[in-house]
């Protein structure tokens, strides 16, 4: 498996990774509008043997340091559980570090998100429209992130969902 950075050529194979992973095109559409308004800080995909079939998307998030949203990550209905979106996550995870941002938000199943280091107590401080147990981050940063002031939210294509 190779985990890379997407290139303008990946975007047929994502549109079809997030059409088939997940029930309606919400997701599909989400990426359409982030990447229409710019607001796709990176996108990294999983290729398995010349086959595109994973996918994980960072956007900006508004919040008072920098801070990404992890949304959506999906793999084809084929290849899930073998490792992929945590590796996807895992990549996405470092190369955030390695940019320099403070944090990161994902709003997901905590089961899931928690072995990455996500929690929803890290996110809890912090005013944002989906708070509760399934928004949950992680700090970045080598202390804990940035005292709450004001709202951390998505970027504005999230609204659409």
């Not at 990426?31 to 960072?58: M, Y």
């Not at 919040?63 to 949304?71: D, K, M, Y």
């Not at 990161?104 to 280091?117: A, E, N, S, W």
């Not at 429209?129 to 992680?138: E, N, Q, W």
């Amino acid at each position: 498996m190779i985990i890379r950075i997407a290139m303008p050529a990946d975007r047929l194979h994502i549109d079809a990774i997030l059409r088939e992973a997940f029930p309606g095109p919400q997701e599909a559409d989400l990426v359409t509008r982030l990447e229409d308004d710019g607001d796709v800080v990176f996108s990294l995909v999983a290729d398995v043997d010349g086959v595109v079939c994973g996918t994980v998307i960072f956007s900006p998030m508004t919040a008072p340091f920098r801070a990404l949203g992890l949304a959506p990550l999906a793999v084809l209905p084929d290849y899930q559980n073998q490792g992929i979106g945590a590796a996807l996550t895992h990549e996405g995870i470092e190369l955030a570090r390695v940019e320099g941002w403070d944090g990161i938000f994902v709003l997901g199943d905590p089961h899931y998100y928690q072995r990455f280091g996500f929690l929803a107590e890290t996110a809890a401080p912090y005013d944002n429209p989906y708070a509760g147990p399934y928004l949950m981050a992680l700090s970045l940063l080598e202390c804990d992130m940035p005292a709450a002031v004001g709202k951390v939210d998505y970027a504005k294509a999230f609204a659409q969902l």
